[in-house]
C-alpha cells in the first residue's frame, strides 16, 4: 500500500479550506455500494449515504452510466433552452406527488426552499401576506432565509440581524394557530424532521395544519429535501408519517434526488404554479441535463429495483435489532430514515462532546459510518439498495460498540 502523501490531505484542507464542518479526520477516495475505503485503504460500511443523499450506493453502474451517457451527448445549456431529461423528470415527479402540477429545478435542498419562500410571498402580497410559521426543532438550510426558516437557534448565532417575516413555533396545532394571522402566507414543515433528531410529526398534526391551512387560505408547504424520494420506504414523506391525505400545495426535494449529483427541486399545485412567472425566480445551472439524467436514472433504478419495498423491509429489520440494542433509548424514523436515541455514557480519556458524537466516533473507528443527529441521536441512513447482510453487519457493530460503553446514571 503507498504511504501518505505530503502535505496530507488533513493538512491542505488546514492550510486551505474555511473551517465550516467540523469534520471527522477520514479522506475518502472510492465506494462501492455501502461500502467506502479511505485514503489509507481501510474499510467501512457507509450508513450515511452521504448524509441521505446516496440512494442507490456508491458506483451504482445505472447512475454511473446515465452520467457517462449523458455527459457525452449535452452537459449543460442554461435554463434559455428546453431539455429532454429536465422536461421528464418534472412529470416524474408530479406523477410521484400524484397532485397536478408543475416542478422548478435548482441545486439544492437551502435554495429549493428559498423557491418556496418566495412562492409564499408572491401569493401573499396582494392580501398583505408574508410571513412563514415554521417549527422548533426543524432544518431548512443554511442561506440567510433558511436559518431563519429553521427553528433550532444554533444556526442562527452571530448572522443576524433575521430575514423577516419567519416565525418559529413548537410543534403543537395551537401554537401554529396562536402563531396565524392576517399576515401569514404559508406553513413549512418536514413531515419527518431529520436534523433535528429524526422525529416524524404526528398524522394528526399534519392533518390538522391541512385544515388550519385551507381555513385561513394559507399555503401548507412541506419540506422533504431529507425524507422525501423513497428514503423512507415510500415516495412522499407525508405519506411514511401515516397522513397520505393532508396533501400539501408545494414540496421541496434535493438530497436523494440526483442519487448524489447535485439537484433540488420544487413542485407546486396547478392552482399555483404560474405565480412565478418569467423572470420572477431562476438559477443558471438548476435542472441541467447532466443532473435531470443522473434523476432519471435513480428514479428507473428505485422502481426496477424495487428499493422502496427494500427500503421499508430493511428499516424494519434495522429498527428490531437496533431497538434491542444496550443504551439505545428509542429508534425513531421511517424505512431507512431512523434515528437512534442514545442515553450517556462514559466518556474516555480525551473523548469530548455530546454522546451522539462521541459515540459516532467510535463507531467509524470499529468501521461504521453513522450521521451525529442533535445530543443524543446517531442517524442510520443506509443506501435504500443496502442488504440483509450489510444491516446485519452494522448492528453488530453497533452492539460491539455499545457493549463496552459505560451507562451514566
Ligand atoms: C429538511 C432539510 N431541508 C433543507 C436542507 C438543506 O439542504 P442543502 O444542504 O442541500 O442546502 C436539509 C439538509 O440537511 C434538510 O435536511
Known amino acids: 500500500m503507498p504511504g501518505p502523501t505530503f502535505p496530507t490531505t488533513a493538512e491542505l484542507y488546514a492550510r486551505h479550506v474555511i473551517p465550516t464542518y467540523a469534520r471527522f479526520p477520514l479522506a475518502m477516495v472510492r465506494g462501492r455500494g455501502t461500502r467506502v475505503w479511505d485514503e489509507g485503504g481501510r474499510e467501512y460500511l457507509d450508513f450515511t449515504s452521504g448524509i441521505a443523499v446516496n440512494s442507490l450506493g456508491h458506483a451504482h453502474p445505472a447512475l454511473r452510466d446515465a452520467l457517462a451517457a449523458q455527459a457525452d451527448e449535452l452537459v449543460h445549456t442554461s435554463n434559455l433552452f428546453l431539455t429532454r431529461p429536465q422536461a421528464l423528470l418534472a412529470a416524474r415527479l408530479e406523477k410521484m406527488v400524484g397532485i397536478r402540477g408543475k416542478v422548478f429545478f435548482c441545486n439544492s435542498g437551502a435554495e429549493a426552499n428559498e423557491g418556496l419562500y418566495k412562492l409564499a410571498r408572491k401569493h401573499g402580497a396582494p392580501h398583505g401576506r408574508h410571513e412563514i410559521i415554521t417549527l422548533d426543532a426543524s432544518f431548512h438550510g443554511r442561506t440567510l432565509g433558511g436559518i431563519a426558516a429553521t427553528g433550532q437557534s444554533k444556526v442562527k448565532l452571530g448572522f443576524g440581524p433575521p430575514v423577516d417575516g419567519f416565525i418559529n413555533v413548537p410543534a403543537r396545532i395551537e401554537c401554529v394557530a396562536n402563531a396565524t394571522g392576517p399576515r401569514t402566507a404559508a406553513v413549512l414543515v418536514e413531515p419527518i424532521q431529520g436534523e433535528g433528531g429524526v422525529r416524524p410529526l404526528s398524522p394528526d398534526f399534519l392533518r390538522a395544519l391541512r385544515a388550519l391551512c385551507d381555513t385561513h387560505g394559507i399555503l401548507l408547504f412541506y419540506d422533504e429535501v431529507q425524507c422525501g424520494l423513497g428514503r423512507t420506504g415510500h415516495w412522499c414523506g407525508w405519506h ?103 442515553g450517556d455514557f462514559e466518556p474516555h480519556e480525551g473523548e469530548e462532546g455530546a454522546p451522539a458524537l462521541r459515540l459516532t466516533k467510535r463507531l467509524i473507528k470499529a468501521g461504521l459510518l453513522v450521521v451525529p443527529a442533535g445530543e443524543q441521536t446517531i ?31
Open 240 to 342: 411514511s408519517a401515516g397522513a397520505a391525505d393532508a396533501e400539501p400545495d408545494a414540496v421541496s426535494w434535493a438530497k436523494g434526488i440526483g442519487g448524489g449529483f447535485p439537484l433540488g427541486g420544487f413542485w407546486v399545485r396547478e392552482a399555483y404554479a404560474d405565480l412565478l412567472g418569467p423572470g420572477t425566480h431562476g438559477t443558471t445551472y438548476g435542472g441541467s441535463p447532466l443532473a435531470c439524467a443522473a434523476a432519471n436514472a435513480v428514479f428507473d433504478t428505485i422502481e426496477k429495483e424495487s428499493l422502496l419495498a427494500n427500503a421499508r423491509e430493511r428499516g424494519s429489520q434495522l429498527r428490531k435489532a437496533v431497538g434491542q440494542l444496550t443504551l439505545v433509548h428509542e429508534v425513531r424514523g421511517a424505512g431507512l430514515l431512523l434515528g437512534a436515541e442514545i
Open 379 to 409: 442517524r442510520l441512513l443506509p443506501p435504500l439498495n443496502v442488504t440483509t447482510e450489510e444491516c446485519d453487519a452494522a448492528v453488530a457493530i453497533l452492539r460491539e460498540v455499545l457493549a463496552v460503553a459505560q451507562p451514566l446514571v
